[in-house]
């Protein structure tokens, strides 16, 4: 396999035309595409795009791993894809394979709070044009638009017990994690550290201080998250 290198113009920092760019770009490309999968594709070609962007979003994922463990600088305890959102990225093919409903009520909310902290202040050691800026950007958006893609087109809605689903399989996830920074010394999903790029933990006092803080604040964020789909409901029952 060939091993992809760039040559990077400079790291990315938050606000510049590097880390606006891809957002709005994105932004304006999923809305056009939900349109025309809802407007002009048949139940049978939904699918199969919502199928393929899954595909795309995993193999970037796996083809970026792949690549570090070739060029021989592959770190166990900082390299893995056990961060929430590069977990969620490898694996969302088997999202959009299936389209198991307890997957969706885990996945949403896992996606729409992890990446919107990981969208607003980026963690991105180099910048454009190396292959981590596209991986990144890729992974993290590219999970927004699936999702987005299950409720507009698929239209797959959650439910209120979805978020207490949703955070138990976290908590779950994140109790894995732990064991797995401990045997190898690691900071996955940062539950040993705060990040060394500006994030919104810096409000959070220190360890394990920000863990606790993060907790408390998961289950009313997770309700933000699902007011939405609440008040749609509610709409639509007055409507009927």
């Given at each position: ?74 770190n ?40 919107s ?17 596209f ?51 690691a ?54």
């Open positions: 396999m060939i091993s992809l290198t760039y040559y990077t113009i400079d790291s990315l920092e938050i606000g510049s035309f590097q880390h606006i760019a891809p957002i709005v770009i994105t932004s304006v490309l999923a809305l056009a595409l939900i349109l025309f999968a809802k407007r002009k594709l048949d139940q049978a070609k939904q699918e199969q795009m919502f199928k393929g962007l899954g595909y795309f979003v995993s193999l970037t994922v796996l083809v970026y791993h792949i690549n570090l463990i070739i060029k021989g600088n592959y166990l305890s900082t390299d893995l894809p056990l961060f929430l959102c590069s977990f969620m990225a490898l694996f969302i093919f088997v999202f959009t394979n299936s389209r198991k409903y307890w997957v969706f009520e885990i996945l949403l909310f896992w996606i729409i709070a992890g990446t902290q990981a969208v607003i202040t980026p963690d991105i050691s180099v910048g454009f044009p190396s292959f981590d800026y991986r990144y950007w890729i992974a993290h958006l590219g999970l927004i638009v699936i999702i987005f893609y299950a409720i507009f087109v698929f239209k797959m809605y959650p439910t209120w017990k979805s978020m207490f689903k949703s955070f138990l399989a976290l908590q779950v996830y994140m109790f894995v994690i732990f064991g797995i920074n401990f045997l190898l010394d900071n996955y999903s940062y539950l040993n550290k705060k990040p060394n790029s500006a994030s919104a933990l810096d409000y959070l006092g220190d360890w394990p201080t920000y863990l606790l803080v993060v907790e408390v604040f998961l289950i009313p964020y997770f309700l933000i998250i699902y007011l939405p789909f609440f008040i749609a409901g509610k709409l639509n029952k007055k409507a009927i």
